[in-house]
């Protein structure tokens, strides 16, 4: 099969494979080749895949969609992290404290904007008030 796993601005992997897990709305779930089509919601969860020659790969998915069609297996999700194992720690805790870090930046961006945003408009009314009172 192949898996696609895209991310909302670009693909991140495009890998040949034997099995892929995950776990959606309804609970976990193993596709196979073979399989029937699926279209799932996936939960934030860890997203795992084998190659032919038994390479696991893993990423933290912070709900998406999954679709499997024929032998193309497609994984969107809002945030996506590459996980490898650490020493001391598995890779659920890698890949859920690099999502818990990411989404907190996220956070302190969209704040930040919006501060900007604020004291842009403010100027703005500030100005059109001031060319107000002079005409």
Same mark, same amino acid.
Do not use: Y
């Given at each position: 099969?192949?898996?696609?796993?895209?991310?909302?601005?670009?693909?991140?992997?495009?890998?040949?494979?034997?099995?892929?897990?995950?776990?959606?709305?309804?609970?976990?779930?193993?596709?196979?080749?073979?399989?029937?089509?699926?279209?799932?919601?996936?939960?934030?969860?860890?997203?795992?895949?084998?190659?032919?020659?038994?390479?696991?790969?893993?990423?933290?998915?912070?709900?998406?969609?999954?679709?499997?069609?024929? %032998?193309?297996?497609?994984?969107?999700?809002?945030?996506?992290?590459?996980?490898?194992?650490?020493?001391?720690?598995?890779?659920?805790?890698?890949?859920?404290?690099?999502? %818990?870090?990411?989404?907190?930046?996220?956070?302190?961006?969209?704040?930040?904007?919006?501060?900007?945003?604020?004291?842009?408009?403010?100027?703005?009314?500030?100005?059109?008030?001031?060319?107000?009172?002079?005409?």
């Amino acid at each position: 099969m192949e898996l696609i796993i895209m991310s909302p601005t670009a693909i991140m992997d495009q890998l040949q494979v034997t099995k892929v897990s995950a776990r959606g709305g309804e609970g976990s779930f193993t596709l196979l080749p073979g399989h029937i089509d699926l279209l799932s919601s996936l939960e934030r969860s860890i997203l795992t895949a084998v190659e032919e020659n038994g390479l696991v790969h893993v990423w933290g998915v912070d709900g998406g969609i999954l679709t499997k069609q024929g %032998d193309e297996v497609l994984v969107s999700s809002p945030l996506i992290v590459r996980g490898d194992e650490q020493k001391g720690e598995s890779t659920e805790q890698v890949l859920t404290r690099s999502i %818990d870090e990411t989404l907190e930046n996220l956070r302190r961006e969209s704040k930040s904007l919006q501060t900007q945003s604020l004291r842009m408009e403010s100027d703005l009314v500030r100005r059109m008030l001031e060319l107000g009172g002079e005409l």
